[in-house]
C-alpha cells in the first residue's frame, strides 16, 4: 500500500502562487495514477486534476484549468499541482489521490493523503 504526505499548503493572497507536493512511500510511484482533490469548509470533497502513471495524460476541473499545473518525477517518488492565480474560492484542504488505474483516481477512489491546507485572502 502506498502512503502520501501533502506539502505546501499555507495562506497567500489573492493572485499570488503556491506549489503543492505529494510525497510517496511504499511503492514505486510510477505505478499510480495520481490525483488532486479539495473540500471546503461545509462543501463535498471535488476533483481538481488528475495525471497518468506515465505522465502523458492530464485531466483539470473547468474551475482551475489554466491555472493550475499537474506533474510527476516519478524519480523522487513526488507529485505536484502548481497553483496560479489563486482566488478566494480556492481556499480548501487539498488532498492527494493515488491508484494504479487512472479512471479509479478520476472517479474520488484510492489512497488518499492526510491534506493540506490552502487559504486564499481577498
Known amino acids: 500500500q502506498v502512503q502520501l504526505v501533502e506539502s505546501g499548503g499555507g495562506l497567500v493572497q489573492a493572485g499570488g502562487s503556491l506549489r503543492l507536493s505529494c510525497a510517496a512511500s511504499?511503492?514505486?510511484?510510477?505505478?499510480?495514477?495520481m490525483g488532486w482533490f479539495r473540500q471546503a469548509p461545509g462543501k463535498e470533497r471535488e476533483f481538481v486534476a488528475s495525471?497518468?502513471?506515465?505522465?502523458?495524460?492530464?485531466y483539470y476541473a473547468d474551475s482551475v484549468k489554466g491555472r493550475f499545473t499537474i506533474s510527476r518525477d516519478n524519480g523522487k517518488n513526488t507529485v505536484y499541482l502548481q497553483m496560479n492565480s489563486l482566488k478566494p474560492g480556492d481556499t480548501a484542504v487539498y488532498y492527494c489521490?493515488?491508484?494504479?488505474?487512472?479512471?479509479?483516481?478520476?472517479?474520488?477512489?484510492?489512497?488518499w493523503g492526510q491534506g493540506t491546507q490552502v487559504t486564499v485572502s481577498s
Open positions: 495525471i497518468s502513471r506515465s505522465g502523458s495524460s492530464t
Open positions: 489521490a493515488a491508484d494504479p488505474v487512472h479512471s479509479t483516481v478520476v472517479a474520488g477512489k484510492g489512497t
Open positions: 511504499g511503492r514505486t510511484l510510477s505505478t499510480y495514477a
